[in-house]
């Protein structure tokens, strides 16, 4: 897949670890997302990034801080998860808001 | 408020035989409409997307999939399913009319059997 990746695809942590997951988007797009799939739920929008400016924020915890450098890139910064943060985070891009997104592997993630 | 309902978990279908996974929606002005697949452990792939004009939406690998206004309702159909067709598929509206978000519904695993 070489529109949108995602690294690392798959990591462990414990709950007082520091780490980040990087998304990058190969594809011209100028928005971004960060979504959170659990087993049989919709996916939860996490954050949204329109020309690297952070435009929604959907009442996620402090603990996950994203960053967005360029509208090439997207980090997911994670520090003192609990194991209920265990999911596939999942990137996502699109031209604008209201075009197609576009979606890369995930990162599943088990927090221990 | 609004809402996407996929109200099949899960569908099953022999190989060879036509499928449907079904979808409805609730928005409050025009709806956009999608439908995503999810091999194991990829992530998801765009179908096919309904803006406006024709009901009836072709879209990747075979998959079509019909708007009906009447029944707020965007089933996914194929004529013929494939072992291959096997994944998870996700319905998503985003109301034209208030906001930009995708509305997501949980998901519907298709089994197609040999």
């Known amino acids: 897949e070489t529109g949108v990746t995602q690294t690392p695809r798959h990591l462990v942590m414990g709950m007082t670890n520091k780490k980040s997951l990087k998304c990058e988007q190969h594809?011209?797009?100028?928005?971004m997302y960060w979504y959170k799939q659990s087993a049989k739920k919709p996916l939860e929008l996490m954050f949204v990034?329109?020309?690297?400016?952070?435009?929604e924020n959907n009442s996620v915890p402090s603990r996950f801080s994203p960053e967005c450098p360029n509208s090439s890139h997207l980090f997911l910064h994670l520090h003192t998860l609990q194991p209920e943060d265990s999911a596939l985070y999942l990137c996502?891009?699109?031209?604008?808001?209201?075009?197609?997104?576009?979606f890369g592997p995930g990162t599943r993630l088990l927090v221990l | 408020a609004q809402s996407v309902a996929q109200p099949e978990d899960q569908v099953n279908v022999a190989e060879g035989n036509p499928l449907t996974v079904k979808c409805t929606y609730s928005?409050?002005?025009?709806?956009?409409l999608f439908w995503y697949v999810q091999y194991p452990n990829r992530g998801l792939q765009f179908l096919l997307k309904?803006?406006?004009?024709d009901n009836l939406v072709k879209g990747s690998y075979g998959f079509e999939a019909e708007f009906n206004k009447s029944q707020t309702s965007f089933h996914l159909k194929k004529p013929s399913a494939l072992v291959s067709d096997s994944a998870l598929y996700f319905c998503?509206?985003?109301?034209?009319?208030?906001?930009?978000?995708?509305?997501w519904g949980a998901g519907t695993k298709l089994i197609i059997k040999p």
């Open positions: 996502a891009s699109s031209q604008d808001f209201t075009e197609t997104q576009y």
């Open positions: 594809l011209g797009h100028n928005a």
């Open positions: 990034y329109n020309f690297k400016e952070q435009t």
């Open positions: 928005v409050s002005g025009n709806p956009y």
């Open positions: 309904y803006i406006t004009g």
């Open positions: 998503a509206v985003r109301d034209m009319d208030s906001n930009y978000q995708l509305i």
